[in-house]
């Protein structure tokens, strides 16, 4: 239902859907309220001319991503939209209580896996989904960390569907990125609209990368006073090379490739002109498989010989820590308001979207039967990759999907489609509803904290539900009320 508004969104109708700035019930949002007579205050033409402004920061500052599948193109700055997602105090309460219960449990399960398996024996979750997994690691069993902390950093994936209700989509428990662009986001925002940020009352973000830095020095070994942090990057070519090269400067500290390294006597240097540095904690954005070739992929040369070693003696802090994958997996997911109640005997605060486990033989034949109306997903898969949208798939899609899935039933889960809520968006047809996602970055050390906003994707194509950045998605500043 389109909104009686004067200004830039008099035109605006979110096509039904819940709207991040109007709500649900064709009412405006009051908490939106200033945002939006701020808005209606401003000329379209002065809007596009400031978003032209950001896009040309975007690029004099380098802050871009790669796409693997676009070999010709090395670097492309993340589309960023100038009207910002904003959510409420109450609503962001819930965010923040939720995403905390759920990093809890995930680093409770991840604890229990590698150590006594209660969780397995008690058939909570299926033995084969946990061992049998490829990002299980062996080398972890027995190997114990500091304050049961193995997601240091966790990325949550929230969706709204038409209720209003927040839901997780996916957990991102290995190397979640996208946090560079929560911040840089904002600070686009206070140098291009002052006079819509003034006296809102925004909670800040940009304190990230101190709190991110407390919490890793927390996880350092026992008896370390002053603990070097490092960040251990693959190195330019990697996709959120800026990211790493932004993260390394909000935390104060060096930025080092595995070349950069050296393992002796079990514990970790960093070399440099005047000879070997001990490190302590090493926030590394390498996969598991590339992290020690002593102990994982003997070809890698991204990472550190001995690595494993020292970290499994304690003398080296790994965030996030080896193995945590099998966590993220979107088959262990389904399982996750089960893992929440075995481990905290709570609730779950955030819901889980409907999930059918292909691996299953009731999940696969309610795929099978209901292909056209359910989201496929393969369990492996990042980025919006392999995903089939049945409502909106051809035949010949769903056709070859179906043989995908009595090939591989293990490889994928099944989902109803949420109808993503929207958020004004401008385009070059003027400001139009597109849909969005949520990811809430929570940083652990001792404890949990929930930076207040998170990384808001937008699918900048008319009626695309798929945001991310490698599919052509944007981004917005995403505003918490305090």
């Known amino acids: 239902m389109a909104q009686t508004i004067s200004g830039p969104l008099s035109a605006y109708d979110p096509d039904g859907f819940f709207c991040e700035m109007l709500g649900g ?86 604890w229990d896996i590698y150590h006594d398996q209660k969780v397995l024996k008690d058939g909570i979750i299926p033995r084969d989904l946990v061992v049998g997994n490829k990002n299980y690691c062996p080398q972890m069993e027995g190997v114990d960390v500091p304050f049961g902390t193995y997601v240091h950093i966790n990325g949550t994936d929230l969706v709204r569907g038409d209720d209003g209700q927040f839901v997780v989509l996916e957990d991102n428990a290995r190397c979640p990125s996208g946090v560079s662009y929560v911040v840089e986001n904002r600070h686009l925002m206070q140098r291009s609209f002052p006079d819509l ?13 101190q709190r991110l830095h407390e919490a890793l020095c927390d996880t350092a070994p026992a008896g370390v006073m002053d603990p070097q942090v490092v960040l251990l990057s693959p190195g330019t070519y990697n996709s959120a090379y800026f990211e790493h090269i932004f993260l390394a400067r909000e935390m104060g500290v060096p930025l080092v490739e595995g070349s950069d390294l050296a393992v002796e006597n079990d514990k970790v240097y960093m070399k440099t002109i005047n000879g070997l540095d001990p490190v302590h904690v090493i926030y590394r954005r390498v996969g598991d498989d590339f992290l020690d070739p002593e102990a994982f992929n003997p070809q890698s040369v991204l990472g550190a010989a001995g690595l494993m070693r020292a970290y499994a003696k304690g003398n080296v802090s790994l965030a996030n820590a080896v193995g945590t994958g099998v966590a993220d997996d979107k088959a262990v997911y389904a399982y996750m308001p089960r893992i929440i109640k075995y481990y905290l005997d709570e609730e779950t605060i955030l819901p889980n979207v409907d999930t059918h486990i292909c691996r299953e033989k009731e999940g696969l034949a309610f795929t099978l039967d209901n292909l056209d109306k359910l989201v496929v997903k393969p369990v492996g898969e990042a980025g919006g990759y392999g995903i089939t949208i049945g409502p909106r798939a051809s035949a010949r899609e769903l056709e070859k999907c179906r043989a995908d899935l009595l090939a591989d039933p293990a490889n994928y889960i099944a989902q109803p489609m949420v109808n993503l809520s929207v958020c004004p ?8 509803a597109r849909h969005v996602d949520l990811r809430p970055f929570a940083v652990t050390g001792k404890s949990t904290w929930v930076l207040p906003g998170g990384l808001s994707r937008v699918a900048l194509t008319k009626g695309s539900i798929i945001v991310n950045s490698s599919q052509g998605g944007g981004s917005k500043d995403t505003w918490v009320l305090a």
């Open 197 to 209: 940020m003034s006296n809102i009352g925004i909670r800040p973000v940009s304190n990230y990368g």
């Open 25 to 110: 019930n064709g009412d405006a949002a009051d908490h939106t309220r200033a945002i939006r007579e701020r808005l209606n205050r401003l000329d379209l033409e002065d809007l596009r001319g400031r978003a032209r402004d950001a896009e040309l920061e975007l690029y004099s500052f380098g802050i871009t991503f790669t796409v693997y599948t676009q070999k010709d193109v090395i670097d492309r700055i993340l589309p960023f939209d100038v009207i910002p997602r904003v959510i409420s105090k109450d609503a962001w309460s819930t965010i923040e209580r939720g995403v905390t219960q759920r990093v809890t449990a995930l680093n409770l399960f991840l």
């Open 425 to 432: 968006t401008l385009t070059d047809d003027g400001i139009k």
